[in-house]
């Protein structure tokens, strides 16, 4: 997905693999683990889409003519388990079988070409084990869902400004579900007009402030960055500035940058500075965005569906 500058570029790539590994060629790859690419050399794009995938899976479940909706998750849902069913008994066993096989073929979609529904299907998958009917019905949304984006994917292009320079967004939901308090990790990566990697996951502590969860979510992302970046560079495309990401939180931002002891963070000194040494490194830099501007917000809770296919516009295109 990186972009060379000129064919000689790309054929000493390939020659330089080829000192390392054995390659054969048999033309353009079009097909990947279900997942299609489509070339388009003359206004030099690359697209991502699992549509055949989709359909599929829709008429697996029977809902192939079922009526789409505009969110993957309904506007302000939290997950619990309140009315999580009977594991022991043994008329859920076959039920549940079904649920653990939709999740693990909606998250294949989300780690490959749709972003969008990262956040659903991550919360979703916490219920595996003992799922209830909320969760069943959960679930069957994300494919209402996927069944008016199904052409939906990532394009990437060739870029003439800052081609092959990573660039992200990082955002935090502070102690949003009501069952635990835990808060909500939430980042996508872009390369060359279209995310490379995301994530939304819940964090592993409960924070006592949003300044904690921000920069929960910032020094993973910083982690991500950093094998990114290395990555680009034994590729031949070294990242010369540091890595732009963009945060909300001024507090975040502000204890980035600021060296010495922050009583009020005390608590959180390890991520502190462990997010002091990516910026001081020249790994990162955290840069202030508006709420309202932040694509990160749409992986970390259920968005009204203006702001969430805003947010999708950003890294997601019909093919």
Not at 210 to 230: C, D, K, Q, V
């Amino acid at each position: 997905l990186v972009a060379f500058s000129s064919d000689q570029m790309y054929q000493r790539f390939l020659t330089a693999l080829r000192t390392e590994f054995t390659l054969s060629s048999e033309g353009p790859l079009k097909d990947y683990l279900g997942i299609a690419i489509h070339y388009d050399n003359e206004r030099g794009t690359t697209f991502l889409e699992q549509s055949k995938y989709v359909r599929d899976l829709l008429a697996k479940y029977h809902m192939s003519n079922c009526s789409p909706v505009d969110t993957p998750v309904a506007p302000g849902t939290y997950f619990t388990g309140t009315d999580c069913c009977d594991r022991a008994d043994p008329a859920m066993k076959e039920a549940i079988k079904d649920y653990q096989s939709l999740i693990g073929a909606l998250l294949w979609l989300s780690i490959s070409t749709r972003p969008d529904i990262a956040f659903a299907t991550n919360q979703l998958a916490r219920f595996l084990v003992n799922p209830g009917p909320s969760h069943f019905v959960a679930a069957k949304r994300v494919l209402r869902y996927l069944a008016g984006t199904s052409t939906f994917g990532i394009r990437y292009h060739r870029c003439t400004e800052n081609a092959n320079t990573l660039v992200a967004y990082v955002d935090a939901d502070f102690a949003g579900n009501p069952e635990d308090r835990l808060s909500v990790t939430g980042f996508i990566v872009f390369l060359n007009g279209g995310p490379i990697s995301w994530l939304s996951k819940r964090q592993p502590v409960v924070s006592v402030s949003s300044t904690e969860a921000e920069f929960h979510a910032a020094s993973i992302a910083g982690l991500e960055l950093l094998f990114y970046r290395r990555l680009m560079q034994q590729l031949g495309f070294p990242q010369h500035r540091p890595t732009t990401v963009f945060e909300d939180n001024a507090a975040c931002i502000f204890l980035s940058k600021r060296s010495g002891q922050i009583n009020r963070a005390k608590h959180i000194d390890t991520r502190v500075f462990r997010l002091r040494e990516l910026v001081r490194s020249g790994v990162l830099e955290l840069s202030k965005i508006s709420t309202q501007d932040q694509v990160a917000d749409l992986f970390t809770k259920a968005l009204s569906a203006k702001s969430f296919a805003r947010f999708r516009s950003s890294f997601l295109t019909k093919s």
